[in-house]
């Protein structure tokens, strides 16, 4: 179990203490992630968009003041992030903001390393013809948006 929660959430620490926090305190919390809007804090906006046939992320400079490359690699682990704790699965494509072919390597790259936090192991396959980052990503389980709503939704 130690291992399936360190790789559910790395950068937890493992503590329980009684009555410290509260199930709706937790469930407010995943809530928040599960948000589709993301605002960082150098500035920048994270949007994602799930259909049916997949999910799009767009990374929106906003407020940012980093240069494209910049920003790329410092929102690429918080991407990875993302879609671990939300459990999106599937086909995913991520657009940055003007960034130039040859300077999506080492994004893609920070993206690759991100990606061994998660134990559904993702793929990122590259960039595409169209300049988007391309991620697959297992069915593991529900995202969790949906789960939060229960079986009612």
Known sequence: ???????????????????????????????????????LANGSVLSFEPTKALIAVDV????????????????????MRLIRLNSYSGVI??????????????VIEVMRDAAKHDMRHPDVLGISRAGLIELVVRHRLAPLANRLDGPNG
Do not use: C, G, N
């Open 1 to 39: 179990a130690k291992l399936t929660l360190s790789m559910a959430a790395p950068e937890a620490s493992m503590r329980y203490e009684d009555d410290e926090i509260s199930w709706q305190e937790i469930e407010d919390e995943a809530r928040d992630a599960a948000e589709r809007e993301v605002h």
């Open 93 to 106: 494509v991520v657009d940055m903001p003007r960034l130039a072919f040859k300077d999506m390597a080492p």
């Open 60 to 79: 929106d400079s906003a407020a940012s003041k980093l240069a494209p490359l910049a920003l790329a690699r410092a929102v690429a682990p918080e991407i």
